[in-house]
């Protein structure tokens, strides 16, 4: 039987790691979490992954808009989902022109993200 898909969650916000984790897996997602975009880039599933949902903005290092650009160049058939809480408008053309999958405005419904994420895996 094939594995199920390994969705990446990468956000700093360790609680939002846990919750996103949770619901997938209880829908028998396979994940990994990271906290920086730096972190799941140097790792073994960032290679493997089906689909990363990551936040716009993490203090300090790269932006879920900068890694969707590194993981357009390294891989463009793996989807990405965008997720972010402050809506800056200098940031609204970069997310419009991302190819992310789906843009998800914090907080978001369960249901709103598995249908992205079913959406995006069936691409």
């Known amino acids: 039987m094939p594995a199920s898909p390994l969705i990446a969650i990468v956000d700093d916000d360790a609680g939002m790691r846990v919750s996103l984790d949770g619901l997938l897996r209880s829908l028998s997602y396979r994940t990994a979490l990271f906290a920086s975009a730096e972190a799941f880039l ?12 990551t936040d716009v903005h993490m203090p300090g290092g790269m932006s879920g ?6 993981l357009a160049k390294r891989d463009p058939t793996v989807p990405v989902i965008l997720m972010s809480a402050f809506h ?18 914090k907080p978001f419904d369960d249901q709103t993200l598995i ?9």
């Open 42 to 53: 140097e790792s073994v599933p960032a290679a493997r992954s089906d689909c990363v949902i």
């Open 65 to 70: 808009l900068d890694l969707v650009t590194v």
């Open 88 to 105: 800056q408008p200098q940031d609204a053309d970069r997310i419009q022109e991302s190819g992310a999958r789906c843009i998800l405005g």
């Open 115 to 123: 249908d992205c994420i079913e959406e995006a895996l069936a691409a």
